[in-house]
């Protein structure tokens, strides 16, 4: 185990996290801790946009001047400001360091960067591929002699720390992978304290939980099956039947438990809508822990850590009050935006839910965005009452697109250069009510209690009865007709919207009131988060982007974001139920205290059921401990280990190679299943590689591309020297997939074409250029 790379990385990680705490204080003032939770993230963000933009130039460069800016930072905000508390430091260090650590465990019993479940060759390509070269954009590691056409944001952070480290980059894999984790569980620990503390809420309960939800729990897939194992034999297939749920995996006993399970629910069954059917199968539901523990280095998990700062920004904006416009301006335009283009080439699925997040924000908020604009332009606006409330909607839409346009020059490179486009199409096949609650009803019921005890708080007995039983009915209707999202979400969404634009107390009669500029609320910003996440359930049940899985990557990447959100926002609500909601009456509310406090427990017991099967099944299969990601590679696949760490080791910068094509997941090389292995594991760009690029490009240009590797491999001679000049290839690799997929190769016979390297089964050629020329 290389526990000093361990100490090494945790230091640099809490070093950036102190010197960025004294940043952020200038961005949280409001905060319980001023911010300290997010100064690693605005710490990368400021690391990241210093090179991501001078890396045209030179990445080392950019990282050195990223670091200079960064102190440059602090040192101007600490002249100014207090220094950063360290007793509330301590407390978050101590919190990053816990989660660090939990996934450097995690990563060290199965630490292998393997082609199987999931995108491991892909993300390890990209770190590789930006270790080999200091200007951006990388080459494409799979379809050698073009930009990499792939958000690789977050692998260019990844190669930031690596290279601050100075560390090999099957190790900072797995590293820079818990640091993100890290970065996530804070930030939410952060933000879910920082909401609580606001509205007088025990901060530290709301935090925790709040943690809890984002990192440990699961969707309730996995507590209802392990119900279903413990019914009856008759009564559970009755209940499977009902539910639409198969009697399999942990259902049939633990013995059948696969941590995969629980991240496959929604039935992603053919349909024609138009022209499209949608593939068959499943859609993917990731939470935190499955996609932490099944490894992958992916967008959709590294983008969390900056979309919950961005919702930290969003509720510094919140709590500034109208008079200070400058501040929320420079919260809207400035700070937002600039971590709106980190997002945009780290997940570019998640670039639209920032404006989304300030437009909610904006028009939720207390100040009124009227506030915002010259006092020229602020009179004419109506001031009260339902024409206020539209404008009020109508301004906050106008400041999102301000920040996407922002955004979009913050990250104008990517677009102009890699950044790619897809249809849109509306009306996919929708999940099921089973199926939303199984993915989102550890959320859902919380948030319907409160704002049922909100309700409580503000009509009647009866009248909060019949709101109950109204949102019961909505979700059978929704049900019924095929829209069991809206039935589910819509009315949570509706009910904190007016909640948070409506004053404390009990109307008489008719609806909730509008809510002067500046009013009392009884609720706080996890409305906000609740009603941002609402909106990305609802919309992702009617539109999806075309692809060739299916809604498969729509609902992935966006139900991730769902689930940071709403942790986020269940910490808060959560600690209010358990110490706020107290009816007037005293054996209602001896019940309420009783009985809310029963089902938070039952509620974390629930979610943690996955966490005490998955982690020790995961434990009970690890081999010696280490962090190395090609480890493996001697076990697995001996016969081309030393010749794939020979390419690592020997060969500079980035020279195409050629290797068999096409490649997949698989990497079975005696049935010619290459998995573009040399490429993925050094970064040096391969002429055609794995099928993404088919989805990436489109299928007539990486077909050709495959044609012209076969043709190198063994067409005919002069066609070879001329694909090999196309493709300025240097190196001819020919392992056993080559072999398994071509047969006797013919290219060896070509002059300049000489052998440099053997081992187990592995030949490796130099291509002379002018040789082949002179030939």
């Not at 022209?275 to 992958?296: C, H, I, K, M, Q």
């Not at 009392?520 to 609802?538: D, K, M, N, Q, Y």
């Amino acid at each position: 185990m290389e526990y000093g790379l361990v100490a090494l990385w945790l230091a640099l990680y809490l070093l950036l996290a102190y010197v960025g705490a004294t940043v952020a204080s200038a961005l949280f003032p409001r905060f319980a801790d001023r911010g300290i939770a997010f100064g690693l993230p605005v710490a990368l963000v400021v690391l990241w946009l210093s090179t991501y933009f001078l890396g045209r130039f030179s990445i080392t460069a950019g990282i050195w001047l990223g670091v200079a800016a960064l102190v440059a930072a602090a040192i101007a905000v600490a002249y100014r400001r207090e220094p950063v508390d360290l007793r509330s430091f301590g407390e978050v260090a101590a919190v990053f360091a816990a989660v660090f650590l939990f996934v450097v465990w995690i990563r060290a019993l199965d630490p292998a960067i393997s082609p199987l479940a999931g995108e491991k060759f892909l993300d390890f390509g990209l770190v590789q591929s930006l270790l080999r070269t200091d200007t951006l954009p990388p080459e494409d590691m799979w379809f050698a002699g073009e930009p990499v056409a792939y958000y690789y944001g977050g692998h260019l952070l990844t190669a930031i720390l690596t290279r601050l480290t100075g560390t090999a980059g099957q190790y900072a894999y797995n590293l820079a992978l818990a640091g993100f984790y890290a970065t996530l569980v804070t930030g939410v620990y952060g933000l879910a304290g920082a909401v609580a503390a606001a509205r007088d809420i025990p901060r530290r309960l709301a935090a925790g939980l709040s943690a809890f939800f984002v990192g440990v729990a699961s969707n309730l897939t996995t507590p209802a099956r392990a119900l279903l194992w413990l019914l009856p034999d008759g009564v559970a297939r009755w209940v499977a039947g009902a539910a639409g749920y198969e009697l399999s995996g942990l259902a049939n006993g633990p013995g059948e438990f696969y941590y995969w399970d629980a991240s496959r629910v929604i039935t992603d069954d053919p349909s024609d809508f138009a022209t499209y059917t949608p593939a068959r199968g499943y859609s993917v539901n990731e939470f935190p822990l499955f996609a932490w523990l099944n490894g992958d280095l992916h967008a959709h998990m590294m983008s969390t850590g900056f979309l919950v700062l961005t919702a930290a920004l969003c509720f510094s904006y919140y709590q500034t009050p109208a008079e200070e416009r400058r501040r929320r301006l420079a919260l809207l335009f400035g700070a937002i935006p600039a971590v709106g283009g980190l997002m945009a080439v780290t997940n570019t699925w998640s670039f639209p839910s920032i404006a989304g997040l300030t437009m909610v924000t904006v028009a939720m908020a207390p100040a009124s965005p009227r506030t915002l604009l010259p006092a020229s332009l602020r009179d004419p606006l109506p001031r009260d009452g339902a024409a206020a409330e539209g404008s009020r909607i109508g301004l906050a839409v106008a400041v999102a697109a301000g920040v996407a346009i922002l955004g979009l020059l913050w990250s104008l490179p990517f677009w102009l250069g890699v950044g790619s486009g897809r249809e849109v199409t509306y009306l996919p096949d929708r999940s099921s009510i089973a199926e939303l609650v199984g993915i989102h009803g550890l959320f859902v019921v919380p948030f319907a209690l409160y704002l049922y005890a909100q309700v409580g708080r503000t009509l009647d007995t009866r009248r909060a009865r019949f709101v109950g039983l109204g949102f019961l009915g909505s979700v059978a209707l929704g049900t019924i007709l095929d829209v069991a999202a809206v039935g589910l979400v819509l009315p949570l969404l509706v009910g904190a919207w007016l909640f948070a634009r409506s004053p404390t107390g009990r109307p008489s009669s008719g609806p909730l009131p509008a809510l002067a500029d500046g009013g009392e609320r009884s609720v706080g910003f996890e409305t906000v988060l609740l009603v941002a996440g609402a909106g990305l359930v609802i919309l992702v049940e009617f539109v999806f982007i075309k692809e060739n899985v299916g809604r498969m990557n729509t609902v992935f990447k966006t139900y991730m974001q769902v689930w940071v959100l709403w942790a986020a926002a269940v910490g808060p609500i959560l600690a209010w139920l358990l110490t706020r909601w107290r009816p007037d009456d005293e054996t209602t509310r001896r019940l309420v205290r009783n009985g809310t406090t029963v089902f938070v427990v039952l509620l974390v017991c629930s979610t943690s059921v996955y966490a005490a099967i998955a982690l020790p099944n995961h434990a009970g299969r690890a081999g010696e401990a280490t962090l190395d990601g090609t480890a493996y590679l001697d076990e697995s696949h001996s016969g081309e280990a030393e010749a794939i760490r020979w390419m690592d080791r020997e060969i500079d910068g980035r020279p195409n190679i050629v290797t068999a094509a096409p490649a997949g997941y698989y990497w079975v090389p005696a049935e010619g299943k290459g998995a573009s292995a040399p490429s993925s594991l050094t970064g040096i760009p391969t002429v055609a590689g794995w099928v993404h690029e088919a989805q990436y490009r489109n299928n007539s240009i990486y077909n050709e591309r495959v044609n012209d590797v076969e043709a190198i491999y063994r067409g005919d001679p002069d066609r070879q020297r001329e694909l090999l000049r196309t493709y300025d290839v240097e190196y001819v690799y020919n392992g056993p997939a080559e072999r398994a997929r071509y047969g006797t190769i013919t290219v060896n016979q070509r002059n300049g074409v000489t052998e440099v390297h053997r081992s187990g089964q592995v030949v490796i050629y130099r291509v002379n250029q002018s040789a082949l020329v002179a030939a």
